[in-house]
């Protein structure tokens, strides 16, 4: 594995989700991410958290365990903490079994299957973070995140949320790509700039922005649905 933080411990994932069970959906891996999270967090419990997640605070949540609302009445599971051996972990992975994670809707493994499994127990409930803790910035929003004019609102924000999802695939959709950098004095380009390692910084080839606000709205126009 390649490009590796120096603070991160490396561990061999397939001790948790077979090679054989990954798999590509909806033009990427994070529904099959969705599987191993589960099955770790049955495993050994503690914190999981999705790679578009920003750590926006120095300590985190002291609770046995954690979860948000990305918009009222639907849980998502980019931010999770339960301790091991969890029923409502054991009883999401029961109910995802059912699903065919390929063919289904988006989400169908994700955000549906935790509004319906964990929003079926109120005991569970009540460890419910605030949407804003976690989900400051709604995946509609996600445009924002890209252009400099919406750096100051994104800012006040997002200040006291421990957690700010990023929406890393909406990103990929609005056409953002791995290995390209955000707008200059976009909000997401100062996070790159200041959490990003500078040798992987460099590598990054700058978005065309005139391009991308002109590709943004035609995206939206045909693919989202109305609110």
């Given at each position: 594995?390649?490009?590796?933080?120096?603070?991160?411990?490396?561990?061999?994932?397939?001790?948790?989700?077979?090679?054989?069970?990954?798999?590509?959906?909806?033009?990427?891996?994070?529904?099959?991410?969705?599987?191993?999270?589960?099955?770790?967090?049955?495993?050994?419990?503690?914190?999981?958290?999705?790679?578009?997640?920003?750590?926006?605070?120095?300590?985190?949540?002291?609770?046995?365990?954690?979860?948000?609302?990305?918009?009222?009445?639907?849980?998502?599971?980019?931010?999770?903490?339960?301790?091991?051996?969890?029923?409502?972990?054991?009883?999401?992975?029961?109910?995802?079994?059912?699903?065919?994670?390929?063919?289904?809707?988006?989400?169908?493994?994700?955000?549906?299957?935790?509004?319906?499994?964990?929003?079926?127990?109120?005991?569970?409930?009540?460890?419910?973070?605030?949407?804003?803790?976690?989900?400051?910035?709604?995946?509609?929003?996600?445009?924002?995140?890209?252009?400099?004019?919406?750096?100051?609102?994104?800012?006040?924000?997002?200040?006291?949320?421990?957690?700010?999802?990023?929406?890393?695939?909406?990103?990929?959709?609005?056409?953002?790509?791995?290995?390209?950098?955000?707008?200059?004095?976009?909000?997401?380009?100062?996070?790159?700039?200041?959490?990003?390692?500078?040798?992987?910084?460099?590598?990054?080839q700058p978005v065309d922005e005139a391009a991308l606000r002109?590709?943004?709205?035609?995206?939206?126009?045909?693919?989202?649905?109305?609110?």
């Amino acid at each position: 594995m390649e490009d590796v933080p120096a603070e991160a411990a490396v561990h061999d994932a397939t001790a948790i989700l077979p090679r054989d069970r990954v798999f590509v959906a909806h033009g990427g891996v994070e529904t099959a991410t969705e599987q191993f999270a589960y099955r770790y967090l049955l495993a050994r419990g503690g914190w999981v958290v999705d790679l578009d997640v920003l750590c926006n605070a120095d300590v985190v949540p002291a609770a046995p365990v954690a979860f948000a609302e990305e918009k009222p009445g639907i849980i998502n599971n980019a931010v999770l903490k339960f301790p091991p051996n969890h029923p409502a972990i054991a009883e999401l992975l029961a109910y995802c079994a059912t699903i065919d994670p390929v063919t289904a809707p988006w989400g169908s493994t994700g955000p549906l299957a935790l509004t319906k499994v964990f929003g079926q127990c109120d005991e569970l409930m009540r460890y419910r973070l605030p949407l804003a803790d976690v989900y400051p910035i709604h995946w509609r929003e996600t445009p924002k995140l890209l252009f400099p004019e919406f750096t100051d609102e994104i800012h006040a924000r997002v200040g006291r949320s421990p957690f700010i999802h990023l929406w890393g695939s909406t990103l990929r959709e609005l056409g953002l790509g791995s290995d390209a950098r955000p707008p200059r004095g976009s909000y997401l380009d100062l996070v790159y700039s200041k959490y990003m390692d500078p040798a992987l910084l460099d590598r990054l080839q700058p978005v065309d922005e005139a391009a991308l606000r002109v590709a943004i709205p035609r995206y939206i126009e045909r693919n989202w649905p109305k609110p």
